[in-house]
């Protein structure tokens, strides 16, 4: 193949933005680990966005305008310079490199210069000192999109588990399990799974009490506030079961009999996620205009900078947006 057919051929793969995350953290050294896996170079082409201090010899740089569109591999997109810092320490100087990544991924995404953006892990004290208050980089890329209506979601190969709440205190998350959420929220889990190409999704909806309240015996709230939302859901042309025992729907699910879960609290969602395929979790934002994954971990501080830290996560990550990015809704496992 000559060498004009092989550059053709590579301007067929999707594009894929990849921030560093926070420069303290394993972000820039995972991602560099990853740039090498020649499984991600023959999935997508590559746009690595952070301060070019870490960017390897051979990557090129590029700018946004005319050269990110004919690089045919693996380029590099400059965030500007991030001066001194330490690893593995909160800084408000990684926060805003963190942040400065993230604002152009989000531009480059928007404005369809990438297929997918694929993001490195912050840290959220990082990003509160440089000035963003914000309780996570769902909130702030919806806020970024003007999505008025996105929540994360956790994936482990079959695994798919919407939540109905993210990073708040356990009392405030039960606050917010209401009929109406609850329905909102399988709506939009639906169409998320339909826009991936699931014909019809078939959704579980995890119980709140122990084996779902018993039929009232452990609680009232199932009966009375999550088997509505269900019927509503079903009227509506979604294909739920539900409320189902917490204890076995993850288990179901992760073995293909649903498509996806909606949990009702933040570690409800995680726990089986992170049990199921410890280093193959990914994060996806349901209802922002662009699709992003994130792989499910932080920024690891306290490993940063060791040699300790596994690219297998972001390697999933990279291979799963491709492969969303190219159309097929098919999991990645075990790359």
């Known amino acids: 193949m000559s060498a004009d057919s092989l550059h053709a051929d590579s301007l067929q793969r999707p594009r894929l933005a990849l921030t560093l995350g926070d420069p303290a953290g394993v972000g820039p050294e995972i991602a560099l680990a990853a740039l090498a896996d020649a499984r991600v170079r023959a999935a997508a082409r590559l746009v690595v966005v952070g301060p070019a201090r870490f960017r390897p010899s051979d990557v090129p740089l590029v700018h946004v305008e005319g050269e990110l569109d004919a690089a045919a591999g693996v380029s590099w ?4 310079e991030l001066g001194a810092f330490e690893l593995g320490r909160v800084q408000a100087s990684c926060g805003r490199a963190a942040l400065d990544a993230l604002r152009t991924g989000v531009e480059l995404a928007r404005a369809r210069r990438v297929d997918a953006l694929v993001t490195g892990p912050v840290s959220k004290e990082a990003l509160h000192a440089a000035g963003e ?9 919806g806020r970024w999109d003007g999505a008025t209506r996105f929540q994360m979601m956790a994936v482990a190969g079959k695994l798919r588990v919407l939540q109905l709440s993210r990073h708040l205190p356990l009392r405030a998350a039960l606050e917010l399990v209401t009929t109406e959420r609850v329905l909102d929220h399988l709506l939009l889990f639906d169409e998320t799974l339909r826009a991936w190409g699931f014909a019809r999704p078939k959704l579980a ?11 009232g015996l452990l609680g009232a709230e199932d009966q009375e506030i999550l088997e509505p939302a269900v019927a509503a859901a079903r009227a509506r042309g979604v294909d739920v ?13 992760s073995q293909g009999r649903f498509d996806g879960v909606l949990a009702l609290y933040h570690d409800q969602a995680f726990i089986p996620v992170k049990l199921h395929l410890p280093e ?4 996806v934002i349901a209802g922002l205009s662009f699709l992003r ?5 932080g920024t690891a501080f306290d490993i940063a900078g060791k040699g300790l830290a596994s690219p297998r996560n972001l390697v999933v990550a990279l291979l799963q ?15």
Do not use: M, Y
């Not at 909806?205 to 039929?215: K, Q, V």
């Not at 491709?322 to 496992?333: D, K, Q």
């Open 293 to 297: 994954v994130s792989p499910a971990h």
């Open 280 to 283: 193959q979790g990914l994060t």
């Open 241 to 253: 079961a539900g409320p189902l025992s917490p204890d076995t729907v993850f288990l179901q699910a």
């Open 321 to 335: 947006a491709a492969a969303w990015a190219s159309g097929s809704p098919i999991a990645v496992v075990e790359p």
């Open 205 to 215: 909806l995890a119980g709140l009490n122990p084996h779902a309240g018993e039929r």
């Open 133 to 141: 208050k914000v309780e996570g980089q769902t909130e702030l890329l």
């Open 77 to 80: 997109i400059d965030t500007g």
